[in-house]
């Protein structure tokens, strides 16, 4: 399963025992992708979420490290023709590269923000949903 992921899933991926991260790290279900922005942003808020994952600058810049291996980072450019048909479905602005994302790849949205359901056209799993996909498929997390 392709799953375009959102930003306040990636956060979570810092925090060292986070479900989140396990999901993310150990999975190979899921074909996880996100924007090259996302990863940018994460880099903005460096110390925010050094600060809520109790870890360090070096350990941030080590778990990023590690989340490239797992989520492919694709270049905000190649979906920017889907830009306009995002910005018509996403229930934020801010969240339309992600809904460009998840066009142009064909694929569901992995979030954890509930205002990203407020549409019909693509289908978002929060984590809480993924863990019960993967209980149908007999994995526990």
């Not at 060292?16 to 899921?30: D, G, M, N, P, W």
């Not at 996302?38 to 990023?64: D, M, P």
């Not at 479905?89 to 809904?99: N, T, Y």
């Amino acid at each position: 399963m392709r799953l375009a992921v959102d930003t306040n899933v990636l956060f979570s991926f810092f925090k060292k025992e986070s479900t989140t991260r396990k999901l993310i790290a150990s999975v190979e279900l899921f074909e996880l992708c996100t924007l090259k922005s996302r990863i940018e942003e994460l880099k903005r808020y460096k110390e925010v979420i050094c600060k809520k994952a109790g870890i360090t600058q070096r350990e941030f810049n080590k778990s990023l490290k590690e989340l490239k291996i797992f989520v492919e980072i694709i270049d905000d450019e190649k979906v920017k023709e889907f830009g306009k048909e995002a910005l018509k479905i996403s229930p934020d602005r801010e969240d339309a590269p992600l809904f460009a994302l998840a066009l142009a790849l064909n694929c569901e949205i992995w979030s954890n923000d509930k205002r990203l359901k407020n549409q019909n056209r693509i289908k978002v799993l929060s984590t809480s949903e993924i863990i019960k996909i993967l209980k149908n498929f007999g994995i526990e997390v």
